[in-house]
C-alpha cells in the first residue's frame, strides 16, 4: 500500500514561513493529482491546495498569494510553501494523493498521509 510520510510542521510566529513536504514511499510509477488538506481542531478537513501531474494548480481562497504547492514528479513528492502565516493557519496538514500507478501496475486511489500539525502564535 502506497504510504504517504509528512514533514516540515512546527511553531511558527505570524507572518512567518514552513515549508511542507510530502514523498510516496513505494515505488510509484505515476502519481495524477497531489494536495494538501488541513484539519483545525472542531472544523472540517478542508482543501489547501492540489496540483495535477501537468503542473496545473488550485487554491483556497484563504491562502491564495500566500502558499505555493510545487512537486517533483521524479521523487513522487509535494511541497507547500506556506508564507505569511496566521493564526488561524494553525492545523493539522494532511498530504492527499489520488489515482497512484505503482511500478507493479496496481492502481491506488485516495492516500491519505498521517499529519503533520503546523501551529501560528506569537
Known amino acids: 500500500q502506497v504510504q504517504l510520510v509528512e514533514s516540515g510542521g512546527g511553531l511558527v510566529q505570524p507572518g512567518g514561513s514552513l515549508r511542507l513536504s510530502c514523498v510516496a514511499s513505494?515505488?510509484?510509477?505515476?502519481?495524477?493529482?497531489m494536495d494538501w488538506y488541513r484539519q483545525a481542531p472542531g472544523k472540517e478537513r478542508e482543501l489547501v491546495a492540489g496540483?495535477?501531474?501537468?503542473?496545473?494548480?488550485n487554491y483556497a481562497d484563504s491562502v491564495k498569494g500566500r502558499f505555493t504547492i510545487s512537486r517533483d514528479n521524479a521523487k513522487n513528492t509535494v511541497f507547500l510553501q506556506m508564507t505569511s502565516l496566521k493564526p488561524e493557519d494553525t492545523a493539522v496538514y494532511y498530504c492527499h494523493a489520488d489515482r497512484v500507478t505503482t511500478v507493479a501496475g496496481t492502481i491506488e486511489y485516495d492516500c491519505w498521509g498521517q499529519g503533520t500539525q503546523v501551529t501560528v502564535s506569537s
Open positions: 496540483i495535477h501531474i501537468g503542473g496545473s494548480t
Open positions: 513505494r515505488s510509484i510509477f505515476r502519481i495524477n493529482a
